[in-house]
């Protein structure tokens, strides 16, 4: 991997560690990242244009190309990026630095499109079903708890049938992220393959249920700074909770599980605390109807 490195930016590095399939090095006391490109590869552009329009301003990595002028460098057919990484990575998620970050204008000429995640969730559900299905016998501890989290998943997709209107306004779409995982630092939230387009509420639903497994008790104060200065109407509340449903953080653990091989006794973190959890979920629906009269799924109205 060295020399892709050296022969692809004119680098000459001799020292690369390798962490979790990131390759990194120094350069002139500079600390640079080079990993798989895991973003859809048709936002290669939107990428390009979200990091030249962010580094100005923000702690977002810098997005380094390669000699023959583009940010994606293929090996072994596998698309990889090297960025520059900014030092003030390693601290906690703040629900201010998300809005932050949201707030910020893009300057791009690629479409940007808004795609259901109803239909999403629905796709990602008979997939993992499939999943379990077939290695089910090597993850007894899934399988337990699969079924749960699975119901919890169709709760949100029910939910999220009480929109009013379920066409998004392009206004709504800010910056946001694909995966928030419970123990990610603002590394994650600054990482240019991480950055997409959605709706505002998804990172804020996100936030919402990472602040349970990191023990945020400031969560409700956050989220009464967050409103005073970010107006929802009723639609947008009912897609944030419909999110809050989603057991994102459990199906996020399932792939690393799955995929990159992580020990499945992980898991337990989450559901050991599902009791708790439960309770949680009711005092944010007892929140946002403050705000607006929702319904409260019944299994959280005990």
């Excluded at 030092?87 to 629900?95: F, Q, R, S």
């Amino acid at each position: 991997m060295k020399n892709i490195i050296n022969y692809f930016y004119n680098l000459n590095i001799t020292e690369l560690t390798n962490k979790d399939n990131i390759y990194s090095f120094y350069d002139n006391d500079e600390l640079y990242h080079f990993y798989i490109y895991n973003n859809n590869i048709k936002n290669v552009d939107l990428t390009k244009d979200i990091d030249d329009s962010l580094k100005k301003d923000t702690l977002i990595h810098e997005i380094i190309i390669n000699k023959d002028n583009s940010i994606i460098t293929y090996y072994n057919n596998i698309p990889y990026i090297l960025c520059k990484i900014n030092i003030n990575i390693n601290k906690p998620i703040t629900l201010g630095e998300i809005s932050y970050l949201s707030s910020k204008v893009i300057s791009t000429n690629s479409k940007i499109t808004y795609h259901s995640w109803q239909d999403l969730w629905s796709i990602k559900m008979d997939y993992l079903e499939k999943v379990i299905n077939e290695n089910g016998k090597k993850y007894p501890i899934i399988v337990d708890s699969f079924n749960y989290f699975v119901g919890m998943a169709e709760n949100a997709i029910s939910y999220y049938n009480n929109l009013s209107n379920k066409e998004v306004d392009n206004n709504s779409l800010v910056i946001s992220h694909r995966i928030i995982n419970i123990n990610d630092t603002v590394y994650a939230i600054y990482d240019p393959v991480n950055i997409i387009i959605d709706h505002k509420a998804r990172d804020i639903a996100e936030y919402i249920k990472y602040s349970f497994f990191n023990n945020n008790t400031n969560i409700f104060k956050e989220l009464n700074v967050y409103f005073k200065y970010n107006y929802y109407t009723k639609d947008d509340v009912v897609m944030l909770l419909a999110r809050v449903l989603y057991p994102s953080f459990y199906f996020n653990m399932y792939e690393d599980i799955m995929i990159n091989s992580k020990e499945e006794k992980i898991i337990t973190n989450i559901t050991s605390k599902l009791d708790k959890y439960e309770l949680y979920l009711a005092r944010v629906f007892k929140y946002f109807n403050n705000f607006y009269n929702l319904p409260v799924p019944e299994w959280l109205n005990k």
